[in-house]
């Protein structure tokens, strides 16, 4: 049976880290899928304003057009012509919630994420994906450096 | 239809050429004064339109409009089997998210669509429009109030599930709902004529609502407030500076504004009643006696001008301006949300005019009761009442009344209560131009020019109400809201058995365990590139 292994990606060089080492693992273990998982930060609790809620639909499709468009789609070429098996989900909501509910979903080994993709007082205070995950996911979880 | 959009155009422009002329004033100083000019052009040319929805039923004082809102509410909560009790705890799981399928993520949420349809609905209404309904109906119309909005939750329910199912989507994704469309389509859909001619007629009443109630009322309070604080100064002042700031938003797209406003008004409304609470946690001595007041005088009056009847009339009267049930405003804000079963968004919406009314006004009115603004004659034990409304510390009324009892007990509260006042305000006209702006489309169709158009007559009549005394707006905002609410109540009753089979098939599946929880609510599911 294949092993699936979830990579953390954002679009940033921190999602990159995490990518280059998922591809040494799959390396190693052999018969491995990468799952790439883009998460759209998003909460169903944020206030918006009627105007807002119309366009909802439509700024969501958008939203999941540019991140395929601009990150998975790049990225998933550059794994199959480096011979490696690779897919990918975009989803909307908390990161870390989603990347061990795809993991779950999908059976998989384990997260790979890498810190640094996020700074300033926020994550000072309510701490980073890759923190929240190390805390709370359900299977193994690397933090890249 | 043709001439009915003709018909409301004439409407508008009567009004908006008085702000025209109102403006022109401005250059060249009237010796009574801007304001007085406003306000006796504005006076005059709305007069026959309060007269005629608050006209009385013959023979008696019982205004015909107050009536028709109570039997409408009756008759949703009697058709539907107290929707509003049985369905209260399904409500609460779907605002949670229990039921909400992950493939949505993304997607207005239940919640969401119901907090933006408080933030037009909590605001003046539950601040001012309490202290109102007090100062002249006394404390039992409080009872009346909460009445009017625990049977208000199902005609908000019948509404907004028509709302979600015959909205209109367009291709590009984005969506228009609200009573012009349920009416239209509903009609069609039930093989009934009319539905046209009554969409019209609401498009037309939403608009003349979205200026008064949604935006001069809110002006006029706003400058109110300023005024008390840095004491007495021209209204149209106010009004420029608000119309500056509405244009900025509304026509200028400057977001920021309008995502400040998103964060702070919750932010006071949790304020509010965390200061309502900690007033009442304080005297808990007194809720019972406070309660025993408003029981007392819901049917005797307790001395009170116009007896049990006026303390009726108040109660509903500010019930249905503050939670909006009946009006058809938060059927065009609930139909946003994303659900494959429309009367899930029925069931959320009841929760408003409970939020709204029966917790937030009563709240207020408690805290009026309670501080004692309200004076008391010491001989017989009865309210002292002068000139039709209860005598109050200083004649304080509106927005002041309730002021004057928060600062009873917290002395500083007066000054985030002004500040809270303005940002209701502020976040009211913002809705209310969207549901104005949402009719306007309906009538003229869609375009960035005629979108302008109307924004650019929203934020003229900004100053308006600023400018012109409460009375003559008070009673322009209640007719125009209470307009709109003839209309779409009257397109309810064709639509109800509508309502009645979605309820039924979607109750009964969820009752046999068809329709189930998510187990991870909120965790998103495949989108793309699957």
């Known amino acids: ?145 | 239809m043709k001439r009915l959009s003709l018909l409301g155009l004439w409407a508008l422009v009567s009004l908006a050429g008085t702000t025209a002329f109102a403006l022109a004033q401005e250059a060249e100083p009237a010796p009574s004064g801007i304001d007085a000019v406003v306000n006796n052009i504005f006076g005059l040319s709305t007069g026959w339109f309060v007269s005629l929805i608050f006209a009385p039923i013959p023979g008696t004082s019982f205004p015909w409009i107050v009536l028709w809102l109570v039997a409408g509410a009756t008759i949703f909560t009697i058709y539907f089997g107290f929707i509003q009790f049985r369905g209260f705890k399904h409500a609460i799981e779907l605002v949670k998210g229990d039921y909400s399928d992950p493939n949505d993520a993304g997607e207005v949420s239940h919640f969401q669509a119901l907090a933006t349809a408080l933030s037009g609905t909590v605001g003046l209404g539950n601040i001012a429009g309490v202290a109102v309904a007090i100062g002249i109906g006394g404390p039992g119309a409080t009872f009346w109030m909460i009445l009017a909005g625990l049977m208000g939750m199902a005609s908000k329910f019948t509404e907004c599930t028509l709302g979600v199912k015959y909205r209109n989507e367009y291709p590009d994704g984005s969506v228009s709902g609200g009573p012009m469309y349920y009416l239209t389509k509903g009609f069609e859909v039930r093989g009934k004529k009319g539905g046209q001619f009554l969409a019209v007629l609401f498009a037309i009443f939403c608009i003349l609502g979205s200026l008064g109630g949604g935006n001069m009322f809110q002006a006029n309070q706003a400058h109110a407030q300023l005024a008390n604080i840095f004491g007495d100064f021209p209204g149209w002042i106010t009004g420029v500076i608000f119309a500056g700031i509405v244009f900025a938003v509304i026509v200028g797209g400057i977001k920021s504004i309008a995502r400040v406003t998103e964060k702070v008004v919750p932010f006071m409304g949790v304020l509010y009643v965390g200061a309502a609470l900690i007033i009442l946690i304080a005297n808990y001595d007194m809720i019972g006696w406070a309660f025993g007041q408003i029981f007392a005088g819901a049917f005797t009056g307790l001395g009170v001008a116009g007896g049990f009847v006026g303390a009726l009339i108040q109660g509903f009267k500010r019930a249905a301006f503050s939670n909006e049930a009946g009006v058809g405003s938060a059927a065009i804000a609930h139909s946003a949300v994303r659900t494959k079963e429309p009367v899930t968004e029925g069931f959320v919406s009841l929760l408003e005019p409970f939020i709204d009314t029966v917790v937030i006004c009563t709240m207020t009115a408690l805290v009026i009761i309670i501080t004692g603004v309200l004076q008391v004659d010491p001989e017989t034990g009865l309210y002292l009442v002068e000139g039709g409304a209860i005598v109050t510390e200083g004649g304080a009324s509106g927005v002041e009344l309730t002021s004057l009892a928060f600062g009873q007990s917290i002395s500083w509260f007066p000054y985030v209560l002004a500040l809270a006042v303005i940002l209701f305000a502020f976040s009211t006209m913002l809705s209310w131009s969207y549901y104005g702006l949402k009719a306007w489309t309906f009538l003229v169709g869609e375009g960035k020019n005629k979108e302008i158009t109307y924004k650019v007559i929203f934020c003229l009549f900004v100053i308006v109400g600023a400018a012109a005394s409460l009375g003559p707006v008070i009673d322009f905002s209640d007719a125009a809201i209470f307009a709109m609410a003839v209309v779409n109540i009257a397109g309810l009753y064709v639509l109800m058995p509508i309502v009645k089979a979605e309820l039924n098939s979607y109750w009964s599946r969820l009752k046999s365990g068809e329709i189930k929880k998510y187990k991870a609510a909120g965790s998103g599911t495949p989108a793309a590139a699957e």
């Not at chain 1, 491995?32 to 439509?58: D, G």
């Not at chain 1, 468009?69 to 480096?82: D, G, N, Q, T, W």
């Not at chain 1, 990161?95 to 999908?106: C, F, P, S, T, Y």
């Not at chain 1, 996020?118 to 929240?132: D, L």
Request: hydrophobic content about 45%; charged content about 25%; proline content about 2%.
């Open chain 1, 1 to 145: 049976m294949s092993t699936t292994l979830i990579i953390g990606i954002d679009g940033s060089k921190a999602g990159e880290r995490a990518l280059a080492h998922g591809k040494r693992l799959s390396r190693l273990i052999g018969d491995c899928t990468l799952l790439l998982v883009y998460v759209i930060e998003w909460s169903p609790y944020k206030f918006q304003s009627a105007e807002e809620n119309a366009m909802r639909h439509k700024r969501r499709e958008e939203e999941i057009e540019i991140a395929k468009m601009r990150v998975i789609e790049p990225l998933l070429s550059a794994l199959k012509s480096e011979g490696l098996d690779a897919d990918c989900r975009v989803r909307h909501g908390d990161a870390a919630e989603i990347l061990n509910a795809v993991a779950l979903e999908h059976r998989a080994e384990q997260i790979v994420v890498a810190r640094g993709s996020e700074s300033g007082f926020a994550s000072r205070v309510f701490g980073t994906v890759a923190i929240k995950l190390v805390s709370s996911a359900s299977v193994p979880v690397t933090v890249v450096s």
